[in-house]
Every structure is written in C-alpha cells, then in structure tokens.
C-alpha cells in the first residue's frame, strides 16, 4: 500500500493562489491514478481532481475548471495541485489519493491509498 504525504495547504485570500504537493512512497507510474478531494466542513468528502501517472490524462470537478491544474513528476513521485482564483467555498480538507485503475475515477470507492490531508483556508 502506497504512503502519501500531502502539503502545501494554508490560508489565503479569496483570488489568491496555492500549490498543494503528494508524495508518495512506492509510486509505479504505470499503473496509478492519483486524485485530489476535498472536505467542507459539514459537508462530505467529493472529487476534484484526477491525473493517470503513466500518460497524464486529467479530469477535473466543474466547480474547479479553469482554476485548479493537476500535474505530476513521476521522478519525484509527486502529484501537484495548482490552485488559482481560490474561492471561499474552495475551504476543506484536501486530501489525496492513489488507486490502481486504467481511467481517472472521481469516486473515493475507486481509491485505497489516502493521505493524512492539509488544510485550505480561503478567507479574507
């Protein structure tokens, strides 16, 4: 089972920006897919962001669309989260997350391995 380490959270002002860092013990890019998630409080855990290690492929939630890039260093196993024009409704808990399938997944059941999470504050 694969170690993740999220960082990069923080607080910010609404417009402003973040890059959000997992690294992972053990990553294969051949055979994963990493997401982000996110948690409100009171609210539940949902998808925002996808990328397949081997090829790049990536998908994002619509509320994060235009905002948000997720990237990947396969050499430092490490997944980005880029995060641009920070809302207050972008606060939770992020949270990221590997699984072992052939397409990008927004669904929690589709992955096993999960980080501790990093707190993102937007608020002015």
């Known amino acids: 089972q694969l170690q993740l380490v999220e960082s990069g959270g923080g607080l910010v002002q609404p417009g402003g920006s973040l890059r959000l860092s997992c690294t992972g013990s053990?990553?294969?890019?051949?055979?994963?897919?990493i997401g982000w998630f996110r948690q409100a409080p009171g609210k539940e855990r949902e998808g925002v962001s996808c990328?397949?290690?081997?090829?790049?492929?990536?998908s994002y939630a619509d509320s994060v669309k235009g905002r948000f890039t997720i990237s990947r260093d396969n050499a430092k196993n490490t997944v980005y989260l880029q995060m641009n024009s920070l809302k207050p409704e972008d606060t939770g808990v992020y949270f990221c997350?590997?699984?072992?399938?052939?397409?990008?997944?927004?669904?929690?059941?589709?992955?096993?391995?999960w980080g501790q999470g990093t707190q993102v504050t937007v608020s002015s």
């Open positions: 997350a590997a699984g072992n399938l052939a397409i990008c997944s927004t669904s929690e059941g589709d992955f096993g391995s």
């Open positions: 990328i397949k290690t081997s090829n790049g492929r990536t």
């Open positions: 053990g990553f294969t890019s051949d055979y994963y897919i």
